[in-house]
Nanobody, 126 residues
Framework: QVRLVESGGGLVQAGGSLRLSCAASGSIFSVNTMGWYRQAPGKDRELVAAISRGGSTYSADSVEGRFTISRDNAKNTYLQMNSLKPEDTAMYYC?????????????????????WGQGTQVTVSS
């Protein structure tokens, strides 16, 4: 089992920045890829960014050039969000994948991740 705890969400004005953090504990040796998802009210959950164990990254078109995913070790993953827009308002979730698939699978919007955090709210005011 892997436990994920997100932090760093909040209220920010359009054009501002936030840095989300995800702390992992438990069987972290089994984690292959880490991802950040978001879900706005009335919308489907969206894969925003992901990073493999080897450091390869994926970013959704909607955040390309504004959001950056990183990890400093097996325990901590970050999402740096710059130039925030009101449409970025959502609950953001950290997710971990422990399966045997390559990052090319986990970088797909339809990928199935195994462990989820409780989420952290990001609200961007106009």
């Amino acid at each position: 089992q892997v436990r994920l705890v997100e932090s760093g969400g909040g209220l920010v004005q359009a054009g501002g920045s936030l840095r989300l953090s995800c702390a992992a504990s438990g069987s972290i040796f089994s984690v292959n890829t880490m991802g950040w998802y978001r879900q706005a009210p009335g919308k489907d959950r969206e894969l925003v960014a992901a990073i493999s164990r080897g450091g390869s990254t994926y970013s959704a078109d909607s955040v390309e050039g504004r959001f950056t995913i990183s990890r400093d070790n097996a325990k901590n993953t970050y999402l740096q969000m710059n130039s925030l827009k009101p449409e970025d308002t959502a609950m953001y979730y950290c997710a971990a994948a422990g399966g045997p698939y390559s990052s090319s699978y986990y970088f797909r919007p339809s990928a199935k991740y195994d462990y989820w955090g409780q989420g952290t709210q990001v609200t961007v005011s106009s």
